[in-house]
């Protein structure tokens, strides 16, 4: 089974560069993720929606142009959520969907950046804290879960170029990263990527306005964490670097049955 998640940067704009039908003939994922869609559903044209042989999810939030995530699937989920339930304020921006499967729940994220002021950094840490007590809420430790989407966050130092000159940058700040730490250590997710590849230099976002790609000046900050139920299911895990159409590329995760 494929899995594919990917920050499109908006579903509008990316569906004019016509490369999501290549894609998917190209890669053929069972369930594809998308974040940062950008749009509500009135604003999407029927082949963005309707996509042979898949079915649409999509979570858009109050304000228009922003945010908002996207799954097409093509097996028929048995439930889809669009927020944790929890608390109003974390459900609003259109960030989440939830998605049980026969076989997973599947979580597509959106996570909030910190970086433009402290306000929404602490959003962003409130954010982190309330997918793990909805976690706690569903007995995470007794099912089998995926989390995937845009983290905007660099876990290590060789998840980024620049670590030194980013110690104070969001993205990569310490509460930041001791989240993820507490994510795989205390709630045992496993970083599948890392879980094949230790090496440096592998990205998933890059700066367009320095045309950072072009040297490889990026950051990993989209993951696929799975829990301990799913770890020996895991079968490979890859950045797409070289699939182009995003300031992100795609991340795949193939599991086995």
């Not at 994922?29 to 999509?58: G, M, V, W």
């Amino acid at each position: 089974m494929k899995l594919i998640s990917w920050n499109i940067n908006g579903i509008r704009a990316f569906s004019k560069k016509n490369i999501l039908s290549g894609f998917i003939n190209t890669y053929n994922p069972d369930i594809l993720c998308f974040q940062e869609t950008k749009a509500h559903i009135d604003q999407l044209t029927d082949e963005i929606i309707n996509i042979d042989n898949y079915k649409s999810y999509f979570s858009s939030g109050i304000r228009k142009g922003y945010s908002g995530v996207a799954v097409y699937t093509k097996e028929e989920p048995i439930s889809v959520l669009t927020g944790f339930g929890l608390n109003p304020i974390f459900d609003q921006e259109g960030r989440i969907l939830i998605m049980e499967f026969k076989k997973f729940i599947l979580f597509n994220i959106y996570f909030p950046n910190g970086a433009s002021r402290k306000e929404r950094l602490d959003f962003k840490m409130d954010f982190y804290q309330e997918l793990l007590i909805y976690l706690d809420k569903i007995d995470h430790k007794n099912k089998s879960i995926i989390i995937t989407g845009d983290i905007n966050t660099a876990h290590t130092e060789i998840d980024l170029a620049r670590p030194k000159e980013n110690k104070n940058t969001s993205g990569f700040l310490s509460i930041e990263r001791e989240w993820i730490d507490k994510l795989t250590s205390e709630y045992h997710f496993v970083d599948t990527f890392r879980k094949f590849n230790s090496e440096p230099n592998w990205y998933t976002w890059w700066d367009t306005k320095t045309r950072a790609r072009d040297r490889n000046i990026g950051w990993r900050i989209d993951y696929f964490f799975v829990n301990q139920s799913l770890q020996n299911n895991v079968k490979d895990a890859k950045i797409l670097s070289e699939v182009m159409g995003s300031d992100h590329c795609p991340v795949l995760l193939e599991l086995k049955f």
